[in-house]
């Protein structure tokens, strides 16, 4: 069935194939999957120069989970890298709803090419030129829409990205499209979810949101998380702030 599928999304995008793309490999994330999550949004943290050689944590069986959701059942040695949607220099965490694997074959579009992408927002939220949140939200939204936004004209002519729903066989292939307008969003899927009784989030979506005026959200490594009894709970911080909250200052 997944071969099936991806043999008539080559018959149907041929002209896709023809600019390089490598449509068996996602460009995207699917945000059924991987809709993204952050461990904090401190930039006095993730500006610290070696941060992210202390929060790295992803294990081989974490890997190996990520290449089965998205139907990966071969590879090449070097031909993905199991990536974090919003990069741990940015705040992401290694959480499976912030992987998913990249291609560094794809043409014109890859891992290397996220890269740049990744670099150029932790230095522009770490020199207070734009915050960590909107630099977490732009990559966790739609990358090669960040990319276009921050960097500038993706490389080879490809224009930006945009993905479609998951068939139950496997996730569908991000087809390139013109670049134009970007069309913005975040990941699909509940924005808000309910916490538990006790004022707890639940492990799917452990970010604290106040409901109250402020409509605050906290993170796990808050000064205010533990005391804090939740009255929404989200799955990520660019959620939160698509539902209307705010980190704390």
């Not at 993170?219 to 698509?242: M, N, V």
């Amino acid at each position: 069935m997944h071969r099936a599928f991806l043999l008539l999304a080559a018959l149907t995008l041929g002209s896709g194939l023809a600019a390089g793309y490598n449509l068996s490999a996602p460009v995207l994330p699917d945000p059924k999957f991987s809709p993204g999550d952050v461990l904090t949004s401190d930039p006095k943290l993730v500006c610290v120069s070696g941060y992210t050689k202390t929060v790295r944590n992803v294990p081989q069986s974490l890997k190996e989970q990520v290449y089965r959701e998205y139907g990966i059942t071969s590879r090449q040695p070097g031909e993905y890298e199991i990536d974090h949607i919003i990069s741990l220099e940015l705040g992401g965490s290694n959480s499976i709803r912030n992987l998913y694997p990249e291609s560094y074959r794809t043409q014109p579009l890859n891992a290397h090419v996220k890269d740049a992408l990744e670099n150029r927002l932790h230095a522009l939220a770490c020199s207070g030129k734009i915050t960590l949140q909107e630099a977490q939200t732009a990559i966790a939204s739609n990358w090669t829409v960040a990319y276009e936004k921050y960097v500038g004209p993706l490389p080879g002519g490809a224009g930006v990205v945009k993905t479609t729903q998951t068939p139950a066989s496997g996730p569908t292939p991000a087809v390139p499209v013109p670049a134009g307008p970007a069309s913005g969003g975040l990941p699909n899927g509940p924005l808000r979810i309910s916490p538990n009784p006790d004022g707890s989030c639940p492990a799917s979506a452990p970010i604290k949101g106040n409901i109250g005026s402020a409509r605050i959200y906290h993170l796990t490594g808050d000064p205010y998380y533990t005391r804090t009894k939740a009255e929404a709970c989200f799955s990520s911080a660019p959620a939160a702030q698509a539902a209307g909250y705010r980190g704390i200052k």
